[in-house]
């Protein structure tokens, strides 16, 4: 995941832990989608494919927060909604 986290967010915010403590969030795209690896799972989801996606990223509070998966989207609005789902209601993205 650190390439991903080193990639340039195209949406950023900051969301209320506990109502509270900001922190931030960011929406990245990546032209790989991150396959589960899981031998299990079929082949279409095991394995990396060629494919953009949006991946939200956050950071709990503490002074040493490592930037968090919050999942992956097909599409920035799809990743949007998806992190206001992970992160809470109160969520504030940055024009």
């Known amino acids: 995941m650190r390439d991903i986290d080193e990639q340039v967010a195209v949406k950023q915010g900051q969301w209320f832990y506990g109502g509270l403590t900001t922190c931030p969030v960011r929406i990245v795209h990546h032209t790989t989608r991150l396959g589960s690896h899981d031998p299990e799972d ?3 989801l095991a394995a990396d494919t060629q ?6 990223r956050y950071r709990p509070p503490g002074p040493h927060g490592q930037w968090q998966g919050g999942g992956m989207a097909g599409s ?3 990743a949007m909604f998806l992190a206001q789902r992970k992160l809470g209601p109160v969520l504030q993205w940055e024009d």
Not at 51 to 56: D, M
């Open 42 to 44: 079929p082949p279409e």
């Open 51 to 56: 494919a953009g996606g949006f991946y939200i």
């Open 76 to 78: 920035l609005r799809e």
